[in-house]
C-alpha cells in the first residue's frame, strides 16, 4: 500500500470543500397510485440539477429499503433544502430526504469516469 504521511494529509485536507449530501427517503406515496410519473419526473429534474452542475453524484439505491438514493449538491445546506421541497417526489409525498453538510476533495469521482 501506498505510505500516507501526516504531512501529506494535513496538505490533502486543507484543500477539501463543503458539499451537500442528500439521503432520499420514500414517504407514504411511494409505490402508490401515480408514484412510477412522479419518479420519472424525479429523474427528469436530476438530469437539469446535473446539467447545471448543482447535483454532483445521484446514486440510486436497489434495495428493499426505505432509502432511495443518496445525492451531493456543490451547493449550501441551505440552497439544498430549497432545490429539494420543489423536487416533483418530494412534492407530491413520494419521497422525503434528510440533508447533511459534508467535505470531501474537488475533483473526486467514481471509478470509470475518468
Known amino acids: 500500500m501506498t505510505e500516507i504521511t501526516d504531512a501529506h494529509m494535513r496538505e490533502q485536507m486543507a484543500l477539501t470543500r463543503e458539499y451537500t449530501v442528500v439521503l432520499l427517503k ?10 412510477d410519473a412522479v419518479v420519472w419526473e424525479h429523474g427528469r429534474r436530476n438530469f437539469q440539477l446535473r446539467a447545471e452542475g448543482l447535483l454532483s453524484i445521484v446514486c440510486p439505491v436497489a434495495d428493499d429499503s ?5 445525492g451531493i449538491f456543490d451547493a449550501s445546506v441551505e440552497r439544498t433544502r430549497e432545490l429539494m421541497e420543489d ?11 434528510e440533508v447533511h453538510p459534508v ?9 470509470g469516469a475518468r
Open 87 to 97: 423536487d416533483p417526489g418530494v412534492r407530491a409525498g413520494v419521497f422525503t430526504y
Open 66 to 70: 426505505d432509502l432511495c438514493g443518496v
Open 103 to 111: 467535505r470531501s476533495f474537488p475533483g473526486d469521482m467514481l471509478p
Open 26 to 35: 420514500a414517504a407514504e406515496g411511494y409505490g402508490g397510485p401515480g408514484a
